[in-house]
């Protein structure tokens, strides 16, 4: 693995299974120190020996994004411990409603966006400070963790769509906001990445409609331009170029990495 990230040091919240373990688990691997930031202290610390194994430093800090105390104690524990931040990754996700948006009761879009869009925009604000002032060329880099959702309009995908498009949105605001403070805020959107949560979910699908696994991954591969789902290593690969010293005058786009399923001009 090419060292693109060595001694930078990197904030991730969420910290899940899936995108959230490969995202560390890549940036470790690429060289960096890892923040570490969810709700759940034993999957923190499952996820610290991940990066600690390759060498890097890792600080666990169990924290409720939506929490403002807890955020503000996340800045300052990763500022003590390494002295600098050169990047925050947006990775932590509530599950909206599942629902047409015209059934769907507010508070459970409340809640969702608490997680998926005010959280994120608060980390930012909170960190931009010490991302200001990252030495390198690359300067700061704020990644969000978007999805190729807001490219759909199937009813029941439109409380994810509303979050996932909201936050598409704030970050091109945050891009020419920060940019003169020498921050750049990209989005990365995968589609179906190819992981437990998906493999279980295509079990489902095919044990409901009388057809192999195998089938219903070859129908959602079959969009495509590789026929293929994305696996996240792969996502977090991609991920991981935005904060990369190759990304230095990238800022203000979103990265689809999905195998060529949505053309966006």
């Known amino acids: 693995m090419v060292d693109l990230l060595t001694d930078k040091v990197v ?33 923190l610390e499952k996820m610290a020996e991940v990066v600690r194994s390759y060498g890097r430093r890792a600080l666990v800090v169990p924290t409720d994004i939506t929490d403002e105390a807890a955020r503000k104690n996340l800045v300052d524990a990763a500022v003590v411990e390494f002295g600098r931040v050169d990047c925050l990754i947006n990775n932590a996700f509530g599950i909206p409603p599942m629902d047409p948006i015209t059934t769907l009761e507010l508070d459970g879009l409340r809640a969702a966006q ?110 495509t331009d590789l026929k293929r789902l994305a696996v996240p290593e792969e996502v977090a690969r991609a991920t991981l170029f935005l904060a990369s010293d190759l990304a230095s005058a990238v800022t203000g786009v979103m990265l689809n990495v999905d195998c060529g399923e949505f053309h966006v001009d």
């Open 11 to 43: 904030v991730l919240s969420g910290v899940g299974p899936g995108l959230g373990r490969s995202l560390g688990e890549e940036a470790a691997r690429m060289g960096a120190d890892l923040v570490l930031a969810s709700r759940t202290p034993k999957r």
């Open 114 to 223: 608490e997680t998926n869009v005010f959280a994120p925009l608060r980390l930012s604000a909170l960190f931009a400070d010490a991302l200001a002032e990252t030495p390198e060329k690359a300067g700061g880099s704020i990644i969000m963790v978007n999805s190729c959702v807001v490219y759909s309009s199937q009813p029941e995908y439109s409380g994810y769509k509303l979050s996932k498009g909201t936050l598409k949105h704030m970050a091109s605001s945050l891009a020419t906001e920060l940019g003169p403070r020498g921050i750049r805020v990209n989005s990365v959107a995968p589609s179906y990445i190819y992981e437990d949560v998906n493999k279980a979910y295509f079990d489902w699908i095919a044990s409901e409609t009388g057809r192999t696994h195998e089938e219903v991954y070859a129908e959602k591969a079959a969009p």
